[in-house]
C-alpha cells in the first residue's frame, strides 16, 4: 500500500489516538520540547476514564492537566529527571521517580525494566518514503517505538526533519495527528557576574580542536559566550540548543578535527529557539540519534580533546558532586552528566568540567563543604571527578590524595569560609 494511502488511514482526531492507551499501560514521552503537547492534553482531559495509566519521561517542560496529585490513580507522571512542571509533585511524593543513567533508559526500556506499551511523540511531516524524522527527542524514544504497542504521532510541519537514527517509518504508527503550533522554544539562561568569572576560568582551559558536551544552565551557557575565537571545535552531546548554535554561527565549530563522526554535529535532543530548529531542518552537518549513542562513554570517548561542561549543586572535600537534590529533597536528576565524565575521562586529552558558584542563600552557605548534606543524591562519585569551578578559580582533582583534594577545593572556596573549612577537614583527618 502507497504510504499516503496508509497515512490517510492513520489519520485521526486527538480524542481517539488516547482509544490506543490501555488501563496499566506506560506512555513513553520524549525530552522537553519533542514531548507532544495536543497529544497530552487530550490525554489530560480523558484520564478519568483510565486507571493506572503512566506517563514516564525525562524532562517535562509543560505541566498538562494530567499532573495532577487528585487523579493519580488515573495517569500518574513517572520522572526519569525532575525540572519546573514535575519538581514539586516529586518533592511531595505523588511523582514518581527512576533513577538512572540518561545512556542506560534505551538499555531499561529493552530489557522490560521500564515499561512502554505507547509511544506519544512530536514529529515531522513524513517524506516520500514514509518516514518521520523524532528529531528533538530521539533520546530513548527509538528504543520504545520498537517495543511499543502502539505508536501514536503528532505532525507538525515545525518540527525539523533531521538526519541520523530518528526515522520512524508510518508502517510502525498506529495513529496520528496533525497540529501546526510554533514548537516550545527555550531562551537562553541568564548570565550573571558569577557565571561570567567561571565561564572564562573553564575557556581558558578549552584548547582549539576538542570536541564539547555542553549541559543546559547559565554556567554551561556562560563558558560557551567565551568560546567564539576557538577554532576547529567539535560538538558530541545530548543536548542541542542555541549557545551550540551560536559558535556554529561564529565559526569556531567545524568538526573537521573530530576523531569519531568528523564533520557531523552529534545530539539526542534540541531545546532552544525556532532558528534551532530552522537550523536542523535537512542540515547534513547535523545527526541526531538515540542517547545509547550519543552518551555511551566509549563511543564519545573516541574523540580526542572531549570537554565535559556541566553544573552540580553541591561538592565536598573529596570531590563527591551531588547535582540532582538539595539533601534528600529531589531537584532534578543525573541525566547525562556521569556518562560524559566517564567518557571525558576515556578521552585521549580530555576534560570534565563540573562547575558551581561557591556560595548559595545569598552568600551565606558554602557550596564546598566537608561532606554532602545528608541524604544528598551523589551524581559524579570521587573517583570520576576531574575538575571542579568556582568563580575562584579551578581545582583538578584526579590523581589527587585526599588532603589534596581538600586543599585544592578549599582554594576555590569563597574567601569568607575557607578558615572554616580547613577546621573541618582538620577534625575529618583530611589535612
Not at 511523582?95 to 511523540?121: C, K, L, M, T, W
Not at 562513554?297 to 553544573?311: C, F, Y
Request: with cysteine; charged share 20%; hydrophobic share 40%.
Amino acid at each position: 500500500m502507497a504510504v499516503n494511502e496508509l497515512y490517510r488511514q492513520k489519520r485521526c482526531s486527538a480524542a481517539d489516538t488516547v482509544r490506543h492507551v490501555r488501563n496499566g499501560d506506560t506512555i513513553i514521552v520524549p525530552t522537553g520540547a519533542g514531548e507532544p503537547p495536543t497529544l497530552l492534553t487530550a490525554l489530560s482531559e480523558q484520564r478519568r476514564s483510565l486507571r493506572d495509566v503512566k506517563v514516564c519521561q525525562i524532562l517535562a517542560v509543560r505541566k498538562y492537566d494530567y499532573i495532577d496529585p487528585e487523579t493519580v490513580e488515573c495517569v500518574r507522571h513517572v520522572a526519569l529527571f525532575y525540572g519546573s512542571a514535575t519538581r514539586a509533585g516529586g518533592q511531595a511524593g505523588w511523582i514518581d521517580f527512576i533513577p538512572n543513567y540518561f545512556s542506560e533508559i534505551p538499555a531499561q526500556i529493552e530489557r522490560g525494566q521500564i515499561g512502554a506499551e505507547v509511544v506519544f511523540s512530536l514529529a515531522s511531516p513524513m517524506d516520500d518514503q514514509g518516514y518521520f524524522s523524532l528529531s528533538i527527542g530521539t533520546d530513548y524514544t527509538m528504543a520504545a517505538v520498537a517495543k511499543a504497542r502502539a505508536v501514536v504521532l503528532e505532525v507538525n510541519p515545525n518540527v525539523p526533519y533531521a538526519f541520523g537514527n530518528c526515522r520512524v517509518h508510518i508502517s510502525q504508527v498506529a495513529a496520528l495527528i496533525e497540529s501546526e503550533e510554533p514548537v516550545l522554544e527555550v531562551g537562553l539562561p541568564a548570565i550573571g557576574p558569577v557565571q561570567e568569572a567561571i565561564g572564562k576560568h573553564v575557556a581558558d582551559l578549552i584548547e582549539d580542536g576538542s570536541t564539547l558536551q555542553i549541559g543546559y544552565g547559565g554556567i554551561p551557557d556562560a563558558v560557551v559566550m567565551q568560546l567564539t575565537n576557538k577554532r576547529d571545535l567539535g560538538i558530541h552531546t545530548e543536548m542541542i540548543g542555541d549557545g551550540i548554535l551560536s559558535l556554529v554561527e561564529s565559526g569556531a565549530v567545524t568538526s573537521r578535527r573530530k576523531n569519531y563522526l568528523p564533520g557531523k554535529i552529534i545530539a539526542t535532543f534540541a531545546l532552544g529557539s525556532q532558528k534551532l530548529y530552522r537550523f536542523m531542518h535537512r542540515n547534513p552537518a547535523l545527526e541526531m540519534h538515540p542517547v545509547d549513542f550519543t552518551n555511551d562513554p566509549m563511543l564519545a570517548g573516541q574523540n580526542d580533546k572531549l570537554v565535559s561542561i556541566n553544573a552540580t549543586l553541591q561538592v565536598d572535600l573529596l570531590g563527591q558532586c551531588g547535582s540532582e537534590s538539595l539533601g534528600s529533597s529531589p531537584y532534578s536528576g543525573t541525566g547525562g552528566q556521569a556518562d560524559f565524565v566517564r567518557a571525558a575521562n576515556r578521552s585521549r586529552g580530555g576534560k570534565s568540567f563540573i562547575a558551581l558558584p561557591a556560595t548559595a542563600k545569598n552568600g551565606t552557605l558554602s557550596r564546598i563543604a566537608p561532606m554532602l548534606s545528608p541524604g544528598t543524591h551523589v551524581t559524579t562519585s570521587k573517583n570520576d571527578v576531574n575538575y571542579v569551578v568556582t568563580e575562584f578559580g579551578v581545582a583538578q582533582l584526579r590523581g589527587k590524595s585526599g588532603k589534596q583534594r581538600a586543599q585544592e577545593l578549599i582554594g576555590i572556596a569563597h574567601p569568607a569560609f575557607r578558615e572554616e573549612l580547613r577546621s573541618q577537614a582538620k577534625a575529618m583527618h583530611l589535612i
